[in-house]
């Protein structure tokens, strides 16, 4: 966590009073990392699995206050339609390690693109029942035959959702 710990955040006297905020910060979920095309090396999927522990430890000793938490890439753009089920269970998880740290950890939900309906009634659920504060859409997909991140599958899930203006990164 190197990249991070040496900011000095809290020396800095441009930040006196004036909270950190942390957005797009990753971690996995072992059973969506544990399909095919997860992207982190395995130093990094070491980092990933402890941001727990050794994440959030790293991010206080930068002054950060409050954290932002997506899963790594792909997430949910990885999955086929078929297996758009798991991100509910990967988004329940992730709410469940948020409240153990109110006021502290935030999230944005993995949505499994290649089912922009589904993906809409997803990020709806996470927004208005597990107090997320939008979605993170990754790069292009990785498995043969998903949607991905494609501008017919976006367009679709703004359309259906995006009611209350949830950010997408």
Known sequence: WGFITGL???ENPMMDGIPVIALEEHYYDPELAALPGFLATPPM???LANFESEGLEARDR????????????PS????????AGLMARVNDRLAAWCSLHPGRLY???????????GAATELERCVTQLGFKGAMI???????????TSTSCLGQTFLVRNADS???F
């Not at 999230?107 to 309906?117: E, I, N, Q, Y």
């Open 8 to 10: 000095g955040a809290l």
């Open 62 to 73: 930068a002054g950060v206050d409050l954290l932002v938490v997506s899963h790594n890439a």
């Open 166 to 168: 949830s950010p997408f």
């Open 45 to 47: 999927r070491k980092k």
């Open 107 to 117: 999230a944005f939900a993995g949505l499994a693109t290649a089912d922009p309906r």
């Open 138 to 148: 990754h790069g292009p997909a990785v498995r043969p035959g998903s949607i991905g």
């Open 76 to 83: 949910g753009q990885a999955l086929l339609a078929n297996q």
